[in-house]
């Protein structure tokens, strides 16, 4: 019995020893000591040299023929292991490097068998970059191409080393298109220098624009790059853009006192092709031009100016009758002429009114004097000089009106009768409608 419980006893001890974890690995955990940069600035091209002492951050013995990265922030970038090396037997390790720029800076123990990874404690090295002169030298571009051409701006960024100057690769730079509207935005496109200074950027030129590149990225140009800031300009190019009058409107109808008072008004939308999809021609210039009925000579009438969007509304000169109008695109350096599909008509009448009519009556005849005009206040269209007017009568009595002589207006629209009705009858004279002017009767005499 004893020995059986002996056994079992045993058996308990195994399991329950096999059941317990097996002790982990230990790491000692490391630190990098004394980390420190030659220069507080470098200089473009120069080395730089970084040195520390890696450490047992526990027993603060030195760890020979460990591997250290040096770790490098530009500024607005990522960080980056710019350089390695390895530790001496006293732990310390020695590692030249050239930067790309000013930046900060860290020491860092990646780790290995047994040990901890491990870095520099405190706040990274914050080294400046000693500035160089910049300049960007710019290849030709065409001055003016047809909207939507796709244009190549290219160049090379350079920089002064020792009063010389020499291509600089990896800079940021920003090529900016400035429209020739204030009204539109700027559109920018980015790229960076290659390993020969050159950069290049094809984009394409949809409407007369400025254009520009500078050493900035997105805008901005820090402090830590040895290039300086520096721009330079393209300049003006224009896309040459075909035209249509997509829209184009006068009054059909209007009364020549009303349009001078209220306005006569041309409406219209110009459109441009700017290589990809018809848009409105911003400020461009159209001149308006009108056809009188019968004729086949246009005259120019005034001129007005596209807004941001493409549209125009502009008063035109009243003429009297029946007129055609077309509305014609101004070409320029940048536009090509069009001229609205088809024509558009308008027809401008004109109010006259019997300014003074009067009867003298004599024993044998009767003289009817007056003038007949085309306005109340304001100006005149028009004298009715050579127009005619035609006189009525009836007999005292009769409700009946009889139509009996015609007169050729005068000067000024002056008129005369002399009739041999007198006393037994009433006179009116009228004035009947006559091409653009209408109609008009004088009060009963």
Known sequence: MLRTLATIATSSAVVISSALPAAADSKRPTTIIDFASSANTVAYQQPVTFTGELIDARTK??????????????????????????????????????????????AVFPGD?????????????????????????????PASVP??????????????????????????????????SSSQSNLTYVTTSGADGRFSLTEPVSGTSDWSIDDTQKGVHQGGWFQDFTRADYN???????????????????????AY?????????????????????????????????????????????????????NVVGIHLGTVDWQARVRASADT?????????????????????????????????????????????????????VRLYYRARGSKTWH????ATLGRNGVFRFSVSKNHGYYFKVTFPTQGAFQSSTSRTL
């Open 147 to 180: 909207a939507g051409t796709p244009v190549t701006f290219s160049g090379t960024m350079q920089v002064q080393v020792n009063g010389a100057w020499e291509a600089f690769p990896g800079a940021p730079l920003t090529l900016t298109m400035e429209p020739a």
């Open 261 to 313: 008072s209220s306005g006569l008004y041309a409406t219209g939308t110009v459109e441009r092709w700017n290589g990809n999809s018809w848009v409105g021609l911003i400020y461009g210039w159209v001149d308006l031009y009108y056809r009188p009925k019968g004729s086949t000579t246009w005259h120019k009438d005034y001129a007005t100016q596209t807004d941001a969007n493409g549209q125009f509304r």
């Open 403 to 406: 139509s009996y002589r015609t």
């Open 236 to 258: 003006w190019i224009d896309g040459v853009s075909r035209t249509r009058v997509a829209g184009f409107s006068v009054p059909s109808h209007d009364e020549a006192h009303h």
């Open 61 to 106: 013995d030195p760890l020979a023929g460990e591997p250290v990265q040096i770790r490098f922030t530009p500024p607005g970038a990522s960080t980056t292991t710019v350089a390695a090396g390895t530790t001496g037997s006293d732990g310390r390790f020695t590692i030249n490097t050239t930067l790309p720029s000013g930046g900060r800076v860290s």
């Open 336 to 388: 090509l002429t069009s001229t609205s599909a088809g024509t558009v008509t308008s027809t401008v009448t004109d109010k006259t009114h019997f300014r003074s009519a009067s009867i003298t009556r004599r024993s044998s005849k009767s003289v009817i004097n007056g003038q007949v005009a085309d306005w109340y206040s304001g100006p005149s269209f028009s004298d009715l000089r050579g127009l005619k």
């Open 113 to 141: 068998t047994g040990l901890d990874p491990g870095s520099s404690p405190g706040p990274e090295i914050l080294l400046q970059a000693a500035h160089l002169p910049s300049r960007l030298v710019l290849d030709p571009v």
